[in-house]
């Protein structure tokens, strides 16, 4: 069965550097998902993609945070220069037009030191 | 605004027992509602949904849940839990006409042998 796939598991970088987080969405899927989940609480939304753009974006997206779809397999998020509080589990999500199951990856844990 | 919330930080049940997860929803319009388990090192994986149609939905691992309009829930429930049932349970709602999903804060289950 087809998976989202996630690379790096884990992530360790200093505050102030940019990281960027891979993610292989499930390959006939369009619309794609970055969230959050800081340790010990819930699921957050950043942003979801589709058709290239942005399709919506939450308050923790900010300027820091961009998404990009560099060629037909990958879907990655950056985030520019990283705080101690960007420290969190990071999930890519995917799903089809015709249905609205999300299907997860495993998750990239980023540690800011 | 859309919330959904799960009053149970932690639920406990012996292996055979029934066992139900809470989940109390609030948004505009129609809900998707969509349960998620979450076990440990792992990403989310997709339990349920409800879009519309019968009320009691029903899921993998023999896992169902029962919409409520009227008392906004959409609770999980299995009729006899396993031991390897244990992990982070997380209910999320999203607007029909929105990209993104909200998840509730989730709910740790123990089933004891």
């Known amino acids: 069965e087809p998976e989202v796939t996630q690379t790096p598991s884990h992530q360790v970088t200093q505050m102030g550097q940019e990281v960027i987080l891979r993610c292989v969405p499930i390959s006939n899927h369009l619309y794609f998902y970055w969230y959050r989940q800081i340790l010990g609480q819930k699921v957050e939304f950043l942003v979801s993609f589709y058709n290239n753009e942005i399709s919506e974006k939450s308050e923790i997206f900010d300027d820091q945070f961009s998404v990009e779809r560099p060629d037909g397999s990958n879907f990655t998020l950056k985030i520019r220069s990283t705080k101690l509080e960007d420290s969190a589990m990071y999930f890519c999500?995917?799903?089809?037009?015709?249905?609205?199951?999300?299907?997860f990856g495993p998750g990239t844990r980023l540690t800011v030191l | 605004a859309q919330s959904v919330a799960q009053p149970e930080d932690q639920v406990n049940v012996a292996e055979g027992n029934p066992l139900t997860v809470k989940c109390t929803y609030s948004v505009s319009g129609n809900p998707y509602l969509f349960w998620y388990v979450q076990y440990p090192n792992r990403g989310l994986q997709f339990l349920l949904k409800y879009i519309t149609g019968d009320n009691l939905v029903k899921g993998s691992y023999g896992f169902e849940a029962e919409f409520n309009k009227s008392q906004t829930s959409f609770h999980l429930k299995k009729p006899s839990a396993l031991v390897s049932d244990s992990a982070l349970y997380f209910c999320?709602?999203?607007?029909?006409?929105?990209?993104?999903?909200?998840f509730g804060a989730g709910t740790r289950l123990f089933v004891k042998a």
């Open positions: 999500a995917s799903r089809r037009e015709s249905t609205d199951t999300q299907y």
């Open positions: 999320a709602v999203r607007d029909l006409g929105g990209f993104k999903t909200i």
